[in-house]
């Protein structure tokens, strides 16, 4: 289905009778080419670079609830490349550039808004490290600029400057960051594969992995069996509930994430601000709303909610970066299970049995990272070789020393 | 969340930090043959379940005692605490 002016005009006529589901809801074949686990994000966006630009037609996204119902609809949609790492933002650039094109590609309004993402600094220190991350970005392609403390004044006076313990100094600017409709994102690649002939079967969990003489034929699902030639698990949060159906025990441990919306408000924010000191970021939504979030719950979870010493820590931070946040009331909060891996940086690989490929690890960065990896999965899935921007993305990393730690922290999940 | 402290009763879970899977006690020997592959699976691998889990917890804004603390994941339910024992501690 698209849609047009004219197709407003004629359902505003006629009752809004003649709209009509974006993608069919077909049963399962007995046999596919390839199986991706997990319709959220990362899985959609993988069968449609799959149908898309790697002409594979026989694919089918098997996911246990409905579409969307996981991460890729509880996000805060910041997207940026912003890293550091020459493992890490080779990969997130190439996500934003897949972003600047997206809405085009897919033909489908994600409200993709390159508002600016702004990271604020508070010491001397903390600039350098801004300054020299952003000089990699630079030379990644991307684009980055240190801003000082009248610079952000301009842009933000409403600020507290003078926090006694963490005055703001200035910050990293990045003007092609910014946010998009994350449900807009899964409905545009659901549709795009759709239309290309993928199979997407909701209220289908995979229950457990078809493998024979070591080699994975596919999957036992609540719809019964489903062989492949190849399967893809990109289910996010439940990352280590299903590969451990496969035996396989990660380096990943899985965390809530907490994220809040207050009211709508008239526009007052019109770009994204990340606290230094304290963890709080912080956008306003097209309907109005402050959208704002924080740390970790701090302790393993699947629990889909988080407790309120978080709540309080993040309106905290709030409080101590734009006092006037103090006057909104808060409208819902709610959580999601993040699958936390143990350098702080995603996994897109082969895993040890065959026919059985891992895109998981995202942490509380992966709708930023959608299309890329959904991409660099298909890539890998459908041509057996890693995309060039995601080869270090190894699942054997941390055996081989080859870790992507952003910050430095070493194997604890819950600080990165 | 409250941890029942075996000494000093609940407590609750913000005076402790939380540092992850209580198999992180049981450290490998770093002489024996094959220790690079055994301390591989010792600080990386996680068996993450959705469940019951035994977990380390310390009790840093209080008796500064290390807690293994049994929780589950599904529900944030404390079903038991007790000071972990032996040379660890
Ligand atoms: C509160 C919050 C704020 C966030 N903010 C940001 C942000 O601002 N910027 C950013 O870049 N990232 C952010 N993230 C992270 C981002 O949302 C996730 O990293 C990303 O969405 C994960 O990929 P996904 O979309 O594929 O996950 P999901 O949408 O969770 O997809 C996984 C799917 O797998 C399905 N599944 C699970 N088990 C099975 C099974 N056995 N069989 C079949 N299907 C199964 C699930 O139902 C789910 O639909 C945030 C996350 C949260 C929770």
Sequence with gaps: ???????????????????????????????????????????????????????????????????????????????????????????????????????????????????????????????????????????????????????????????????????????????????????????????????????????????????????????????????????????????????AKAGMRLPIESFVLQAFVTEGLKPCLDGVITFGAGHFYVSQSDKGGLVFGGDLDAYNSYAQRGNLPVMEDVAEGGMALMPMIGRARLLRSWGGIMDMSMDGSPIIDRTPVEGLYLNAGWCYGGFKATPASGYCFAHLLAKDAPHETATAFRLDRFETGHVIDEKGVGAQPNLH | MLIPHPLLGPRDAQEFTYLGDARLIDRPDGMAEGAGAAFHDYLYLRDNPAGPHRELWYHEHGDRSWLVVTRDTTTHEILGAELVKGPGR
């Excluded at chain 1, 047009?4 to 077909?26: Q, T």
């Excluded at chain 1, 399962?28 to 002409?55: M, R, W």
């Excluded at chain 1, 993402?117 to 240190?146: P, T």
């Design chain 1, 1 to 243: 289905m698209s849609y047009s002016g004219f197709r407003i005009l004629r359902e505003a006529l006629r009752g809004h009778r003649g709209w009509r589901p974006l993608w069919r809801d077909p049963e399962p074949q007995s046999e596919y080419d390839i199986i991706i686990v997990g319709g959220g994000g990362h899985g959609l966006a993988t069968a449609y670079y799959l149908a898309k630009v790697f002409g594979q037609a026989r694919v089918a996204v098997l996911e246990k609830g409905w579409l969307g119902s996981g991460n890729i609809g509880r996000n805060t949609t910041i997207i940026r490349s912003n890293y550091l790492l020459p493992g890490n933002q080779p990969f997130y650039e190439f996500s934003m550039k897949l972003w600047e094109g997206l809405e085009q590609d897919f033909n489908l309004n994600a409200m993709v808004s390159q508002r600016g993402v702004l990271n604020l600094y508070h010491s001397d220190g903390q600039r350098d490290a801004y300054r020299r991350r952003g000089n990699a970005m630079i030379l990644s392609g991307a684009d980055a600029e240190l801003l000082d403390r009248d610079q952000v004044r301009a842009m933000y006076p409403f600020l507290n400057f003078d926090n006694a313990r963490f005055p703001i100094r200035g910050g990293l600017l990045q003007r092609r960051g910014g946010t998009a409709r994350h449900d807009g994102v899964a409905w545009g690649y659901a549709r795009g594969a759709d239309r290309r002939g993928v199979d997407i079967i909701q209220n289908c969990e995979v229950t457990g992995f078809v493998i024979e003489n070591g080699v994975c034929r596919g999957v036992e699902t609540s719809r019964g069996t489903i062989r492949a030639r190849k399967t893809g698990v990109a289910v996010a949060g439940s990352t280590g509930r299903v590969m």
